[in-house]
């Protein structure tokens, strides 16, 4: 026999997807027939699976520790692969942010991957601040994705309440988000572009146009030149609707790709900077997050700026082109 007491993370959710993900490798059908016949109860009370958890619930699983263990799969003991640690920038009880290096994904692809949101959960079980009993039934988890080969600014909801209060502000853009990159010729002026985003699944590319298209969506991205190299210009992105390759394709549709990046890129430029600098991936950082007013609990972010310094890559291409950076630009 287990009893499970519900917490803040999993209360506000329907019994039948806790089961779930508690016993994650058992059929559903196995789950409904414990609940028809009382092997599973709900507060010692039978239970359809559809009922709404509350903090404190008590959920009782009248199985053997067998059966138990069988099915709840197993939870993959993260601190004993010594995940390297990640970089963080800020930290509390509900959030994380940290700054993602070039190369590391943000979320695993395949089984063997190691991503930024591993590594974190590996920080988080060994400082003490999750357990794998914990895991069975709630993941924290990044809120915003940055391409494997973008560097900089990535956070993490620690808690359920952390998850929906970082999704809610990326989602309404009330969380901004600025980039430094440096890009293939001279600009000279403050721009807003406006067009629309067709992405090629198969491809994983996409496509910019002025006018709409099937299935296109709509973006913005705000950008200023901060200082010109000799072939190239620093600029400073503000992300205003955050697409799969926005700001790259976006850049590289009005005639200034960014350096080293070989989807969207200018070949010639590209093996010029990989020649000089050994440049192996785009000059894109995300270096910046603003953050709104908030509410309980999370007023102690109001108004707070977020920064990740420029990785070594961008500044040996800055000091090999005449561009000293200037704090100011970090406002």
């Known amino acids: 026999m287990k009893k499970l007491i519900v917490g803040t993370n999993e209360s506000g959710q329907r019994l039948d997807k806790y089961l779930g993900k508690t016993l994650s490798e058992a059929p559903k059908s196995f789950i409904y ?9 709900l507060n010692d009370k039978k239970a359809d699976g559809s009922e709404k958890l509350n903090v404190g619930d008590t959920v009782t699983f009248w199985l053997s520790d067998e059966t138990f263990d069988k099915f709840k799969g197993v939870v993959e003991n993260m601190s004993a692969k010594r995940l390297p640690k990640p970089e963080i920038i800020y930290e509390d009880n509900q959030i994380i942010i940290m700054n993602k290096a070039p190369g590391v994904l943000s979320q695993k692809a395949a089984q063997e991957d ?14 003490g601040q999750l357990t794998k009993e914990m895991l069975q039934t709630f993941h924290p988890s990044v809120c915003n994705r940055l391409d494997r080969n973008t560097s900089g ?6 808690t ?19 980039y430094f990159c440096i890009v293939a010729g001279k600009v000279t002026e403050k721009v807003r572009l ?34 010109e190299g000799k072939n190239c210009t620093l600029l400073k ?24 990046d070989y989807k ?8 010029a900077f990989k020649k000089e600098y050994g440049i192996k991936r785009q000059l894109l950082h995300a270096a910046i997050l603003k953050m709104p007013e ?5 007023d102690n972010l109001s108004g707070k700026i977020f920064t990740a310094p420029l990785p070594k890559d961008f500044v040996r291409v800055m000091m090999g082109e005449g561009i000293c950076f200037k704090k100011e630009w970090m406002s």
Request: some cysteine.
């Open 33 to 41: 027939k414990m609940l028809r016949k009382k092997n599973i109860t």
């Open 114 to 127: 190691v991503s930024i949101n591993e590594m974190m959960i590996g920080w988080l079980l060994e400082s």
């Open 153 to 158: 600014l990535i956070t993490g909801g620690k």
């Open 160 to 178: 359920l309440a952390a998850l929906q209060f970082l999704s809610e502000g990326f989602r309404d853009r009330t969380i901004h988000k600025y």
């Open 194 to 227: 406006h067009g629309y985003l067709h992405k090629d699944e198969a491809s994983n590319q996409v496509t910019i146009t002025k006018e709409a298209r099937h299935q296109a969506d709509y973006i913005e991205t705000e950008y200023e030149p901060l200082a």
């Open 237 to 260: 992105v503000f992300l205003i609707t955050g697409r799969t390759h926005q700001i790259r394709a976006h850049l590289a549709s009005v005639g200034h790709p960014i350096i080293g």
């Open 264 to 271: 969207y890129g200018s070949p010639e430029m590209n093996m």
């Open 294 to 298: 908030c509410q309980p609990p999370f």
